[in-house]
């Protein structure tokens, strides 16, 4: 297995652009969620989803937007990204809703 | 609302010390409690988790926490640091809800 897998690593945007941060899992889990991760702050939540089709907003959701068409994928997609926005993002995946939660290796992302 | 306070940003100790790092939670039902680690320029690992039964919880690489609901804390401990324990620890606590909730992370240094 492969785990959780994120694309790219690493990422540079400018102040408007777009893009869509990839994650995917294998391991057939139903709990997907993206978090971000700032100096001093931990990991927030940004937004979660249950199976595919249902989605949901953790505590910082703003400028951020996800879909969960298959069980497998998470993107996350920034429609019109800012400075504020830079940061290390992680995608999870756990099977239930207390079960362990599995990590992939982050996305770094700089915004000018 | 679940929440969770690390006590310490960073934490300081020589090799071959004892580790303590405190982790206090609060929940309205009872919780799932995690410890999770991140080595530099990675995702997060599980260290040990606590669901129900016995309070005290031994993890990997020689570290163990322990539950106690009267103090509402979950302190992670081990008997002698390693060079390879520097690193950052974070907490997290699951309630009945699908979130899962971090502390904002402890920066554990290790002397030689």
Known sequence: ?112 | AQSVTQLGSHVSVSEGALVLLRCNYSSSVPPYLFWYVQYPNQGLQLLLKYTTGATLVKGINGFEAEFKKSETSFHLTKPSAHMSDAAEYFCAVSDSSYKLIFGSGTRLLVRP
Not at chain 1, 15 to 25: H, P, V
Not at chain 1, 43 to 48: A, C, D, F, N, W
Not at chain 1, 64 to 89: C, G, H, K, M
Request: charged fraction near 15%; proline fraction near 5%; hydrophobic fraction near 30%.
């Open chain 1, 1 to 112: 297995n492969a785990g959780v897998t994120q694309t790219p690593k690493f990422q540079v945007l400018k102040t408007g652009q777009s893009m869509t941060l990839q994650c995917a899992q294998d391991m057939n889990h139903e709990y997907m969620s993206w978090y971000r991760q700032d100096p001093g702050m931990g990991l927030r939540l940004i937004h979660y989803s249950v199976g595919a089709g249902i989605t949901d907003q953790g505590e910082v959701p703003n400028g951020y937007n996800v879909s969960r068409s298959t069980t497998e994928d998470f993107p996350l997609r920034l429609l019109s990204a800012a400075p504020s926005q830079t940061s290390v993002y992680f995608c999870a995946s756990r099977r239930t809703g207390r079960e362990t939660q599995y990590f992939g290796p982050g996305t770094r992302l700089l915004v000018l």
